[in-house]
């Protein structure tokens, strides 16, 4: 387990019953249980009041924490009959968006998410999650085949942003994300977005304009890092604390002001403890939103979906 910085006094204490537990595995005679459980009892209690009100900031150290799971372990998980589809029939294919035809409880989807790897193999190979052009454009000629066979869309977004590069810039990125957005907006199909880390600037935006829009309870969704923020507004990213907070950019702030439509609990301590468990609770919701869409015309779905987002930024506002 890797711990964050915040976590550090739990650090300790799961660690000394780690050795305790180690000791005796060595010397059978030994009898360290009762004093290991003790232990155990503590970092539990420590663990859900060090939970039990995360700032803005903690939120975000807990969204891009190294073990928390990615898209790959998602669809590995929920989806069967997973077939990869790659490139955008234009330039290449980036290794940043993943997306194909998959199976959901038996129900054919088109499933397309943001990963970042596990490793540092992967994480470079896949750009950190942070999508070039060509990903988006991938992206789009994937809805544009899910409209085409009317299969519903799974969209799970992890970005910290698309990529700034000098070559992305060169070949539209910002052309790219403005189509991908736009074609979320076109397609006469049901369009499900859950935010399972990050959800960074138009990056996050151009799979997150779905009819139903999630995030898990520790994830962000904002329009800058606070890094970013702070160096802007203060000249300093140290200031990034300041900044998470003045960025609105939890679950739960955002469900207030109509941003997103639901958050989905996360085990205590964090999805990166219990990953399996997050995953599960990812799908039960991804299952009971498509429910909640079933029946709908494309036009239905088109129109409502566009007054969504016309709708944002107004809820709230009379009180």
Request: with cysteine; charged share 30%.
């Amino acid at each position: 387990m890797t711990y964050l910085e915040f976590e550090k006094p739990l650090a300790e204490i799961e660690g000394k019953a780690e050795e305790l537990r180690a000791l005796a595995r060595k010397n059978e005679q030994m009898d360290v249980e009762k004093e290991a459980k003790a232990l155990d009892k503590k970092a539990d209690t420590m663990l859900r009041d060090l939970y039990k009100d995360l700032s803005a900031w903690r939120k975000c150290q807990v969204a891009r924490h190294p073990e928390r799971p990615h898209c790959r372990a998602y669809i590995d998980q929920l989806f069967t009959e997973f077939t990869p589809l790659a490139g955008d029939r234009n330039f290449a294919d980036d290794h940043a968006v993943m997306g194909g035809i998959a199976r959901l409880n038996d129900r054919p989807v088109m499933v397309i998410g943001h990963e970042k790897g596990h490793d540092t193999t992967s994480r470079i190979e896949r750009n950190f999650g942070m999508a070039r052009p060509e990903g988006y454009r991938k992206a789009v000629r994937l809805m544009d085949l899910a409209d085409r066979f009317g299969l519903p869309v799974v969209a799970l977004i992890d970005t910290p942003g698309a990529y700034p590069g000098k070559g992305a810039e060169e070949r539209g990125q910002s052309e790219a994300i403005a189509r991908s957005t736009e074609k979320c907006l076109q397609i006469g199909v049901p369009l499900i977005s859950v935010i399972i880390g990050e959800g960074g600037s138009g990056g996050a935006v151009a799979f997150a304009t779905g009819d139903r829009v999630a995030m898990l309870e520790h994830s962000v969704y904002s329009v800058i890092s606070p890094e970013g923020c702070a160096s802007i507004l203060w000249k300093d990213s140290e200031k990034m604390r300041e900044a998470a907070e003045a960025l609105r950019l939890t679950a739960q702030d955002l469900k207030k002001v109509g941003v997103i439509d639901r958050i989905i609990k996360e085990p205590m301590g964090g999805a990166q403890r219990d990953a399996r468990a997050a995953i599960a609770s990812v799908g039960s919701e991804i299952e009971l939103m498509l429910a909640e869409l079933d029946g709908m015309a494309p036009a239905e779905l088109i129109a409502s979906r566009r007054k969504k987002f016309l709708d944002i930024g107004t809820k709230g506002l009379a009180a």
